[in-house]
């Protein structure tokens, strides 16, 4: 069973950084890209940031020159590196992780941002 749990959440003041991260556990073999989403109060799910396993990186509009994400050696673990936050980012932060061709998701951590 594959098991993904993040990590960082938080308060932060606007302007302030955050660090996000989510390790992967279980039958893993094979993880392809990673990715990270976040969901606000009344809103729908949203792409934040994707990572494959060969590095290559993409970000929604809303996060460029501002967001970080990385993955560590092992593969199993993403990060989530976040400046210049504003109260616009506050929502739970998932982690995402494609294997095999499914999709696991983890539970999530709340990140606000106060103004």
């Known amino acids: 069973q594959v098991q993904l749990v993040e990590s960082g959440g938080g308060l932060v003041q606007a302007g302030g950084s955050l660090g996000l991260s989510c390790t992967a556990s279980g039958i893993i073999f094979g993880i392809n890209a990673m990715s990270w989403h976040r969901q606000a109060p009344g809103e729908q799910r949203e792409l934040v940031a994707t990572?494959?396993?060969?590095?290559?990186?993409d970000y929604a509009d809303f996060v460029q020159g501002r967001f970080t994400i990385s993955r560590s050696n092992a593969g199993n673990t993403v990060y989530l590196q976040m400046n210049s936050l504003k109260p616009e980012d506050t929502a739970v932060y998932y982690c995402?992780?494609?294997?095999?061709?499914?999709?696991?998701w983890g539970k999530g951590t709340l990140v606000t941002v106060s103004s």
């Open positions: 995402k992780a494609r294997i095999a061709g499914m999709d696991y």
């Open positions: 990572i494959t396993n060969s590095g290559a990186t």
